[in-house]
């Protein structure tokens, strides 16, 4: 199974920017669909983001669509978010993971995860003036 890295977070003003990323410390991760999820103080994880295994599809959630994108290092080994627009409720530690049973489509991203997926540590994302 390869070995995910988070790295990229921060303290950010309401309305800046930040890069996430997740690298594959092991391998490869281009053979399945890749997504974010965050979670912030007191909540659930959620998910946020997935991009397809081809990088032809991403899909975002309500919540950050317009202002997030993801995408696909062309080394096989690195995926970004490109985070835009930064509010509090952005606040969260952010997670990324690969999975067998992580689909995503243009409509849709589910998860189910399986014993031969992926998580990385997270990264915390702060937004606060």
């Known amino acids: 199974q390869v070995q995910l890295v988070e790295s990229g977070g921060g303290l950010v003003q309401p309305g800046g920017s930040l890069r996430l990323s997740c690298t594959a410390s092991s391998g490869t991760f281009d053979d399945y669909a890749v997504g974010w999820f965050r979670q912030a103080p007191g909540k659930a994880r959620e998910r946020v983001s997935c991009?397809?295994?081809?990088?032809?599809?991403?899909h975002y959630v309500d919540a950050v669509k317009g202002r997030f994108t993801m995408s696909r290092g062309s080394d096989k080994k690195t995926v970004y978010l490109e985070m835009t627009m930064l509010t509090p409720d952005d606040t969260a530690v952010y997670f990324c993971?690969?999975?067998?049973?992580?689909?995503?489509?243009?409509?849709?991203?589910?998860?189910?995860?399986?014993?031969?997926?992926?998580w990385g540590q997270g990264t915390q994302v702060l937004i606060s003036s």
């Open positions: 993971a690969t999975d067998p049973g992580l689909m995503c489509t243009a409509g849709n991203f589910q998860y189910s995860r399986t014993q031969f997926g992926s």
């Open positions: 991009i397809s295994a081809s990088a032809a599809t991403t």
